[in-house]
C-alpha cells in the first residue's frame, strides 16, 4: 500500500556530510510523522530522528543531524553533518501513514548504507 524509498547514502571521510533523502508513495491520505533510524552491525535498530509534533533526536547526534520534510512531495530528507565513524550503519525511513478513514500503518523503506571512514 505504501512504500519508502530513501537515497544519498554513501562512502564518506569523518568531519564530512551526507544528506539522506525518503520518499512515500502509494496509498497516502495523509502523514503523521516520517522518522530515521540506523542500524550498525551487531546493534539494535535505534531511531536518529523525528518529525512527529516536535522533532527528536537521539543523543549521539544532536547537533550534528538535521530532519526536515517537505509535505507537499511527501519526503523526509535527513542532513548529517561531522560524521563520525560510529555513524556507520543502514539507515532507515520509516513513516507513521493514514491510508484511509481509519485505518494507518506504521511502513519502513529498505535502507540505505552510510560508511564513515578514512
Known amino acids: 500500500q505504501v512504500q519508502l524509498a530513501e537515497s544519498g547514502g554513501g562512502v564518506v571521510q569523518p568531519g564530512g556530510s551526507l544528506r539522506l533523502s525518503c520518499v512515500a508513495s502509494?496509498?497516502?491520505?495523509?502523514?503523521?510523522?516520517m522518522d530515521w533510524y540506523r542500524q550498525a552491525p551487531g546493534k539494535e535498530r535505534e531511531l536518529v530522528a523525528s518529525?512527529?509534533?516536535?522533532?527528536r533526536y537521539a543523543d549521539s547526534v544532536q547537533g550534528r543531524f538535521t530532519i526536515s520534510r517537505d509535505n507537499a512531495k511527501n519526503t523526509v530528507y535527513l542532513q548529517m553533518n561531522s560524521l563520525k565513524p560510529e555513524d556507520t550503519a543502514v539507515y532507515y525511513c520509516?513513516?507513521?501513514?493514514?491510508?484511509?478513514?481509519?485505518?494507518?500503518?506504521?511502513?519502513w523503506g529498505q535502507g540505505t548504507q552510510v560508511t564513515v571512514s578514512s
Open positions: 518529525s512527529g509534533g516536535s522533532q
Open positions: 502509494g496509498r497516502i491520505r495523509s502523514i503523521n510523522a
Open positions: 520509516a513513516a507513521d501513514v493514514k491510508t484511509g478513514v481509519v485505518s494507518r500503518g506504521y511502513y
